[in-house]
C-alpha cells in the first residue's frame, strides 16, 4: 500500500467497484471508513447517469470497530438485498478497512444465509495491488464464479453461435472514452461479418455470462482489464482471443487480419470459403480515415522532427507512441508508463521507437523528465497536462488518469478508422506551430508570456537573475528564451552561482558553443 499526494492508478477497491457498477443489477457493499466513500461522486458526475451509482459504503469508526463490523455489514447487505433484489452483492474493503483484517469470508457466509442475491467478496489482495490490476481480478473472479455455477447446474452453454461472433472484455465504467470506443469496436467486426455476442462488464446481466463461450473469439481492446478473463475463457473453453488494440492506422489493419485469421479457421467449414479483408481495410483507410491522407499533406509534414514525450496507461502510450513514429514522422524522445505490472510488454512494443522508456508511478520523475527533454509536446494524463502548464509546453490527454472534461458529451473514439481522425486532429491542435511560437512579440508589441524556469522536483538552490540579466534575456525571441534561461540556470547550479549576472550568462553561452561546432 502506498500513500502519495497525487497517483497514476487508484486504490484497488476503486477498480472492483469500477467493475461491479458496470454490470446490470449488481450492487457493491464498500466496507470503509468515511473519506474513502467518495466513489459514488465520482463515477455519477463525468457518465451523467441519470440513475444512482449502485454503490453503498458500510462506514467502518471507532464504535464499530469496538464492537465488530460483522453485524453492520450483514445488516447492510440484507437491507440492500430488500430494497433493491440485485443478482449479486459485492463486498469490498478499501485499503484502510484492510488493516482490521476482519474475516470478510465469514460476513459473506453469514449474508447469504438471509439474502436471495449472491454474495461474495472481492478476491483482491488490496495492499499489493491498484485500480487497474484489481478491476482485471474482479472480471475474471466474476465471469469464473457464474460460469463454473452454469457448469455445475447444467445450463452452460457451449456450442457455438451459427454465425461468426465475439465478445467484447473490459469496457467498464469511467473508462478513458470508452463508452465511444465501444460503438466504433462494434463497428470494426460487424463490417467484417461478425456480429456482437456480449460486451461486458458495461450494460450486461449476469444471467448472460452462461453464454460466453458461444462466441467464436474473444477481443479485449485494453490490456489494462479483460485479459485475465480472456486467459481463463481460453483455458476452460478454448476460445481464443485478441489483444491488439486497433488505434492508428497499423493498429487496426493487424487486429482485422487477426479477425481473419481466426474466422477462416473455421469458415470454410461452414461456407466452403475463405474470407480477405484486403480490400476492407484498403476502402476504410482511404475514405473512412484522414489519417493516412493527413500524414501526407504539408499540415503534417510541419510536425516532422518536432519532439514529443509520451505517458499514460500501457494500452494508450503504446498506441500513440506508433501512431506518432510510424504514422506521423514525430520524433519520440521518451515513451513511459505508470503500469508497472506490464512493464516488460510495454518495453518490447516502444524500445525501437523513442530514445528512451520510462517505467514509473512517479508523476515528479516524468515531470523532470519532461523539463530535460523540453519537447515540443506532450501527450500523456491529466498529471501531465498540469506539467505542461508549469514549463508552458502544450499537452495532449490520451490516458486516465483524466479530468471530467476529458469525457465528452459528443462522440470522440480513439479505437478504429473514426477514432484515427481524433487522434489526427489532437496531435495536430497538441503542437504550437508556425507563428504560435513568437506570435505576442509580433502583434502584442512586447513580450506577454512569462518564461518558467523552475524545476518541476524540490530544489534547495533559488536561483536569482539580477535586474541587467533580466533586461539581457528579454532581447533573446521568446521562441527559444526558455530554453536558453534554463541552460543559463543549469550552468548557475552547476557551478554553486546563487544570482545570474550578465557576465554569467555570457559564460554559460560560451561552453554550450563547443557542443554546437561540434554538431556542425
Known amino acids: 500500500m502506498k500513500l502519495a499526494h497525487r497517483m497514476y492508478a487508484g486504490p484497488a477497491h476503486i477498480g472492483t467497484l469500477r467493475v461491479a457498477s458496470s454490470f446490470r443489477n449488481v450492487h457493491a457493499i464498500m466496507h470503509a471508513p468515511l473519506g474513502d466513500d467518495h466513489f459514488n461522486v465520482m463515477r455519477s458526475m463525468p457518465e451523467r447517469e441519470r440513475d444512482f451509482t449502485p454503490v453503498t459504503a458500510s462506514v467502518v469508526d471507532r464504535h464499530v470497530l469496538a464492537r ?22 459485492v463486498l469490498t474493503p478499501t485499503c484502510t478497512s484492510s488493516i482490521s483484517q476482519e474475516d470478510l469470508q465469514n460476513f459473506v457466509d453469514r449474508a447469504s444465509s438471509y439474502s436471495e442475491s449472491d454474495v461474495i467478496p ?19 473472479q466474476i465471469v469464473r464464479y457464474y460460469l463454473d455455477r452454469a457448469r455445475k447446474e447444467g445450463i452452460s452453454n457451449r456450442s457455438l453461435t451459427d454465425a461468426p461472433s465475439a465478445n467484447i472484455i473490459g469496457i467498464p465504467t469511467l473508462g478513458f472514452h470508452n463508452q465511444h470506443d465501444c460503438r466504433e469496436l462494434k463497428r470494426l467486426p460487424g463490417e467484417s461479418g461478425v456480429s456482437i455476442n ?24 485494453y490490456r489494462e482489464m479483460g485479459l485475465m478473463a480472456a ?20 493498429n487496426i489493419a493487424d487486429f482485422i487480419g487477426q479477425i ?42 510541419n510536425l516532422v522532427g518536432k519532439e514529443a514525450v509520451v505517458s499514460g496507461d500501457a494500452t494508450h502510450a503504446a498506441s500513440i507512441t506508433k501512431i506518432l513514429v510510424g504514422e506521423m514522422g514525430i520524433r519520440v524522445s521518451c515513451s513511459g508508463t505508470y503500469c508497472k505490472h506490464d512493464s516488460e510488454r510495454f518495453k518490447e512494443q516502444v524500445q525501437d521507437l523513442c530514445d528512451e522508456v520510462l517505467i514509473t508511478e512517479d508523476h515528479t520523475e516524468v515531470g523532470d523528465t519532461i523539463a530535460r527533454i523540453e519537447p515540443s509536446a506532450i501527450f500523456g494524463t491529466q498529471m501531465e497536462r498540469h506539467i505542461g502548464k508549469r514549463i508552458d509546453i502544450p499537452c495532449g490527454v490520451i490516458s486516465s488518469p483524466v479530468h471530467i472534461q476529458n469525457f465528452p458529451p459528443g462522440y470522440r473514439p480513439f479505437l478504429g478508422y473514426e477514432g484515427t481522425n481524433q487522434i489526427s486532429d489532437l496531435i495536430y491542435n497538441s503542437f504550437s506551430l508556425g507563428m504560435e ?29 539580477a535586474p541587467e540579466a533580466e533586461s539581457e534575456s528579454k532581447r533573446i525571441p521568446g521562441f527559444v528564451r526558455g530554453k536558453i534561461r534554463r541552460n543559463t540556470e543549469v550552468f548557475a547550479r552547476q557551478n554553486n552561482i546563487l544570482e545570474i549576472t550578465v557576465d554569467v550568462t555570457y559564460a554559460a553561452k560560451e561552453r554550450s558553443s563547443p557542443k554546437l561546432n561540434s554538431t556542425n
Open 122 to 140: 472481492a478476491d483482491v489482495n488490496h495492499y499489493r495491488v491498484n485500480e487497474l490490476q484489481a478491476s482485471d481480478k474482479t472480471l475474471e
Open 68 to 89: 465488530g463490523s460483522r453485524d453492520k455489514v450483514v445488516s447492510n447487505i440484507s437491507r440492500k438485498d430488500e430494497e433493491q433484489n440485485p443478482d449479486l452483492i
Open 437 to 465: 511560437d513568437h506570435s505576442s512579440d509580433v502583434f502584442g508589441g512586447h513580450d506577454t508570456k512569462g518564461i518558467n524556469t523552475k524545476s518541476l522536483s524540490i530544489d534547495k538552490k533559488k536561483i536569482n537573475w
Open 198 to 221: 456480449q460486451i461486458i462488464p458495461e450494460g450486461e446481466f449476469l444471467r448472460n455470462l452462461k453464454d460466453l463461450p458461444r462466441a467464436w473469439f474473444n477481443t479485449v481492446p
Open 260 to 301: 481473419e485469421k481466426l474466422l477462416n479457421l473455421r469458415a470454410p467449414a461452414l461456407s466452403g470459403k475463405k474470407l480477405n479483408y484486403d480490400l476492407y481495410i484498403e476502402n476504410q483507410t482511404k475514405f473512412v480515415s484522414q489519417a493516412a491522407w493527413f500524414s501526407k499533406s504539408i499540415d503534417c509534414q
Open 231 to 250: 486467459m481463463f475463457l481460453e483455458k476452460e473453453y478454448g476460445m481464443p482471443h485478441i489483444s491488439i488494440t486497433p488505434i492508428g492506422i497499423s
